[in-house]
């Protein structure tokens, strides 16, 4: 039995050491689904909408062991026009006409990813992972506005530190969630169903 033991030990070290030994700087992309219920409350109502990314640091975080190797996950590319794609689907699912941001729309929405953080810990037996996602927005409907953060913290446990696929599914989870959040808050569609 102890052999037995010592055996799935080493087994599990050797794993995991080739494990780290394959890790390599991750660059995500942002292409978030989003998942929305089809209604009418846009009533053909025009929308100017403008997706943006305030982050100043590109760099989440970074994973691995840190007795061996850490490397880091960033998201270098500028995830706006495909946040506006997805947002633009979900808004015309949901009634609204969508049109590029400007002053001359009376309903506006801006949509601002404000921060991805990803943390990655390496504990006796696991890799807990945990990204978490800050999206601001402000939606206006002539002079009256609303402005709110939605806030979305995703987790994964692993035996192994993630790789660029599970991190991209983290990243792109939480921002989704975000996203959704947003979509079924009632006073913002309220607000531009006016």
Known sequence: MKTRFGVVLVAFGM???I???????????IDPPLKVTESAIGNGRTIG??????????????V????TKMVDVAVEEDPSPAVYARLEEALAKLGF???????????KLQ??????????????????????AEVG????????????????????????????KDSSML???????????????EQLLELLAK
Do not use: W
Not at 19 to 27: E, F, M, S, T, Y
Not at 52 to 60: N, Y
Not at 97 to 107: G, L
């Open 15 to 17: 794993f995991t050491a």
């Open 19 to 29: 494990q780290g030994c394959a890790l390599k700087p991750q660059n995500l992309r």
């Open 49 to 62: 909408l403008l997706a943006s990314d305030s982050r100043t640091e590109r760099k989440l975080g970074e």
């Open 64 to 67: 691995g062991d840190p007795n």
């Open 97 to 107: 006409s969508v049109v590029p941001y400007s002053d001359a729309v009376e309903r």
């Open 111 to 132: 949509v601002d990813i404000r921060s991805l953080q990803l943390k990655s810990v390496k504990t006796a037996f696991t890799f807990e992972t945990e990204l978490r």
């Open 137 to 164: 927005v402000h939606a206006a409907n002539g002079p009256t506005y609303y402005d709110r953060q939605f806030n979305v913290r995703t987790r994964k446990d692993g035996a192994s530190p993630p790789f660029e």
């Open 171 to 185: 990243v792109n989870t939480a921002v989704s969630q975000a996203l959704e959040d947003m979509l079924s808050d």
